[in-house]
């Protein structure tokens, strides 16, 4: 299962990472080193076998819903890129976007 | 009157409580200390942020002096490794996108290491969220090994390793997620230890791979390693997955003994092509556990072998939905595109370095449609393997594991260019992560001069159990394993 260019494209898209062109091919090698070494996997007999679905012995408690939020040390503008009134601020949704790619 | 920076922590917090040491000088011989040994961007590189000001920390462990509620850390400073959260140094996980980033709220960990009185003098370099094994990755400069500065410290955690290593502080806080505590430990000649899964919260910790991340501690003896878990140990309601298990007394398993403790050999960490000086100082270990009253006994865990391949799929498959919130809107770095996505995009090209990137879109790879069964499906079934063979092992009798921490001692910066050669560090420490189970690292000699760790591998939750033995092993081994 080699990993191509448009593959590194695509899952660089998912990732929202921009490559350019020389990194993105360097990452195909790269890439394909990395997976090379994981075929072993798929000569293990697996059939019956559970996934692990979480390591944690004691499942996933609950806590009632109830009490107020924990107090933060500093105001959101003291650590966000921007904010107005509390709120976070992003540029604004372009048009053009593609809303398939999401 | 000796150098606080040379005093062990219970010595440190006794000298506090009794009133005859100021906690402002153990404070300031610790930051003396840092800048005697260059701790700083120009020298070693494995402190990232110093507080110069503890004043008003060190005056809440005056009053508790006063009050006679002097706690078991009382005025003992620590390091804190970049991803754990603090409120009054930055936490920028050694990377550019949260640089100059203030957490509004404080770890678990570091809370409770301050209510128990220790002061957190500074913060440490590390790889880039985590991701490497020698502190080479960091986005603010490669850290140096101080017992040789021309090879790495081993990482993530290498810069509270070195902190410990160096004299700083005795204790310090890391991470691991694939062995980020132990290997360090191992290459620096310093305690680690990697509590079990669920043992310490992980609240405030910058996650990288939920499901393997546990914060960890660094002493400089075994003492100061029980000490400091002691502190951090225990039910969080903060976080989850962390377990309402009782915390032992850590430290009064110096009173142990090692007389009919069954200690397995595993020989998939004993390989044919292992450094036979590393091997060699194995077998001196095992000789002093026996003569001690332990029971050897060879052992096999047989999965071993595909650690790394199931490691390195689950953890940047974990990463790559982890690090999704770095995206330039609620902290850290903002670099504007072309709206809202080129904004992301932007951003995260700029902020992440080229390890982040890889493992990024490694995870993103491995989980995407069409790749999900094969690999990361996979993975987590081999898993299951890896984490059977460990409770197959323990239900047969056996109460401990050791092996060594690290197929070698500390390499040279700039030794391993190709990323899985890299990735092989890791080798025989991230069983324990995919497994669950606690393990730690302890100096049992040198080769060349550059130290060699050893490492206890027990089940779940029994830390106690790997604390008798490092114990016992460290009156035997003596000071010389050390330094």
Redesign the interface.
């Known amino acids: 299962?080699a990993?191509s260019l448009e593959?590194?494209r695509?899952?660089?898209t998912?990732?929202?990472?921009?490559?350019s062109d020389d990194?993105a091919r360097a990452?195909v090698a790269?890439?394909n080193?990395?997976?090379e070494?994981?075929d072993?996997?798929?000569k293990?007999e697996?059939d019956g076998?559970?996934?692990?679905?979480?390591?944690?012995?004691?499942g996933?408690?609950l806590?009632p819903d109830s009490g107020p939020p924990?107090s933060?040390?500093?105001?959101?503008d003291?650590?966000?890129?921007?904010t107005a009134d509390g709120f976070?601020l992003?540029?604004?949704?372009?048009t053009?976007?593609d809303p398939e790619e999401a | 009157m000796s150098n606080a920076a040379d005093w062990s922590a219970a010595e440190l917090r006794d000298a506090i409580a009794r009133g005859e040491l100021d906690p402002r000088d153990a404070a300031r011989a610790a930051l003396d200390r840092a800048t005697a040994v260059g701790a700083g961007r120009e020298g070693l590189n494995i402190l990232l942020y110093q507080d110069d000001d503890c004043t008003e920390r060190c005056r809440a462990v005056e009053y508790s002096v006063r009050d006679g509620t002097a706690g078991a850390l009382a005025g003992v400073p620590v390091v804190v490794k970049d991803n754990i959260a603090t409120?009054r140094l930055p936490t920028s996980c050694g990377s550019r996108i949260l640089e100059g980033?203030?957490?509004?709220?404080?770890a678990t960990a570091v809370a409770r290491l301050e209510a128990a009185g220790a002061v957190v003098v500074a913060k440490s370099n590390m790889d880039e969220f985590a991701m490497g094994s020698s502190t080479e990755n960091s986005a603010f400069g490669p850290a140096r090994n101080p017992v040789a500065p021309d090879r790495v410290p081993g990482g993530s955690s290498g810069g509270s390793a070195a902190a410990v290593a160096s004299g700083i502080v005795r204790i310090a806080l890391g991470s691991e997620t694939g062995g980020s505590v132990r290997q360090p430990a191992a290459f620096c000649g310093v305690v680690g230890v990697k509590p079990t899964?669920?043992r310490v919260s992980r609240y405030g910790l910058v996650a990288f791979a939920s499901?393997?991340d546990q914060i960890g501690v660094f002493g400089r003896d075994v003492n100061d390693a029980a000490t400091a878990l002691r502190t951090i140990a225990g039910l969080d309601?903060?976080d989850?997955?962390s377990?309402?298990d009782p915390v032992p007394d850590y430290p009064a398993a110096a009173r142990g003994s090692l007389v009919g403790v069954v200690i397995g050999r595993p020989r998939e960490y004993f390989p044919a092509d292992l450094d036979p000086r590393i091997r060699t100082q194995c077998d001196r270990v095992l000789d002093a556990m026996r003569a001690l009253g332990a029971e050897i006994r060879d052992v096999s865990l047989p999965h071993t072998g595909?650690a790394?391949?199931?490691y390195?799929?689950i953890a940047p498959a974990e990463a790559?939905s982890n690090l999704?919130r770095f995206?330039?809107?609620?902290?850290?770095?903002?670099i504007?595109?072309?709206?809202?996505?080129?904004?992301?995009?932007?951003t995260?090209?700029r902020g992440?370095g080229p390890e982040v990137?890889?493992r990024?879109?490694?995870g993103?790879?491995v989980l995407?449609a069409g790749?999900y069964d094969?690999?990361y499906?996979?993975?987590?079934?081999?898993?299951?393997?890896i984490?059977g063979d460990f409770s197959k092992v323990f239900a047969s009798g056996v109460h401990l594991l050791f092996t060594p921490t690290t197929p070698t001692p500390a390499f040279e910066l700039g030794a391993k260019s190709?990323?899985?050669d890299m990735y092989l560090s890791d080798i025989f420490t991230c069983t324990a992560n995919?497994?669950?189970v606690p393990a730690m690292s302890l100096p049992i000699g040198r080769v060349d001069g550059l130290p060699v760790g050893g490492q206890f591998i027990a089940p779940?939750?029994d830390e106690r159990q790997m604390f008798v033995a490092a114990y016992a092993l460290e009156r035997v081994l003596g000071a010389e394993a050390h330094r």
Not at chain 1, 14 to 19: E, S
Not at chain 2, 327 to 334: A, E, W
Not at chain 2, 336 to 346: F, I, Q, S, T, V
Request: net charge positive.
């Open positions: 299962m990993v593959d590194v695509h899952v660089a998912l990732a929202r990472l921009g490559l990194r990452l790269e890439l080193t990395i997976l070494h994981m072993v996997l798929s293990v697996t076998i559970e996934p692990v679905a979480g390591i944690g012995a004691a996933t408690p806590r924990d933060l040390a500093h105001p959101i003291a650590f966000a890129p921007r976070f992003v540029p604004r949704l372009s053009h976007e | 409120t980033y203030v957490s509004p709220y404080a899964y669920g499901s393997l309601p903060r989850s997955t377990a309402a595909l790394i391949q199931v390195y799929i790559s999704a995206d330039g809107v609620r902290y850290g770095l903002r504007e595109g072309d709206g809202l996505r080129g904004m992301y995009e932007a995260r090209s992440f990137t890889r990024i879109l490694l993103t790879y995407s790749y094969a690999y499906r996979k993975a987590q079934q081999v898993r299951a393997l984490a190709d990323p899985y995919l497994a669950g779940h939750f």
